[in-house]
């Protein structure tokens, strides 16, 4: 998982209610991103970042917001989950040595009832 | 908008055939091209990049891109069931925040 943790591997919500992902890597990279996968749509881009407090927007990023005030850690926020959040969402991190690929976390699995 | 298109498949193959996998895009600047497999349950991996026309081999896999047609592929020789996966094509459309746009995904099945 090329140093990358993501937590809570499993998570299950009730409408309404706040929840934060986090996203942990151990390799000081500068660039992070946070994607949803659902049947049907394939991995679609929430939020990115390029670097400590800088972040922008992805193609599905209402209802999402994000944080990164340390290199390491960069948290996704649904302000209030709604049931069509309901997705596997995946961290991934781009290097950058020499390339442009993006390596991805296991994944967190959430569930909003 | 940006497109990477897929066929979803199930493709299905002997083992020991050669797969072939299909990804066109949309976007004309597209600069770097990427193949990630994907098992039921997990995220995805890479297995291959490629930046410039022609061919990339690595081991079982080759890539091929021609960006004239906006095409690339992956082949997969002496298919295993191990290679059992969802291959997810994705795109760089260049831009200085590397992201990337992925296609839906191919599912393929190596059949014993």
Excluded at chain 1, 56 to 64: A, N, P, T
Excluded at chain 2, 95 to 111: A, D, I, M, R
Aim: aromatic share 10%.
């Amino acid at each position: 998982d090329a140093g990358i943790t993501q937590s809570p591997r499993h998570k299950v919500t009730e409408t309404g209610t706040p929840v934060t992902l986090r996203c942990h890597q151990t390799e000081n990279h500068r660039y992070m991103y946070w994607y949803r996968q659902d049947p049907g749509h394939g991995l679609r881009l929430i939020h990115y970042s390029y670097g400590v407090k800088d972040t922008d927007k992805g193609e599905v990023s209402d209802g999402y917001s994000v944080s990164r005030s340390k290199t390491e850690d960069f948290l996704l926020t649904l302000e209030s989950a709604t049931s069509s959040q309901t997705s596997v969402y995946f961290c991934a991190i781009r290097p950058g040595q020499g390339g442009n690929e993006q390596f991805f976390g296991p994944g967190t699995r959430l569930t909003v009832l | 908008q940006k497109e990477v298109e897929q066929n979803s498949g199930p493709l299905s193959v002997p083992e020991g055939a050669i797969a072939s996998l299909n990804c066109t895009y949309s976007d004309r600047g597209s600069q770097s091209f990427f193949w990630y497999r994907q098992y039921s349950g997990k995220s995805p991996e890479l297995i291959m990049s490629i930046y410039s026309n022609g061919d990339k081999e690595d081991g079982r896999f080759t890539a091929q891109l021609n960006k004239a047609s906006q095409y690339v592929s992956l082949l997969i020789r002496d298919s295993q069931p191990s290679d059992s996966a969802t291959y997810l094509c994705a795109v760089n459309s260049g831009g200085s925040n590397y992201k990337l746009t992925f296609g839906k995904g191919t599912l393929l099945t190596v059949n014993p």
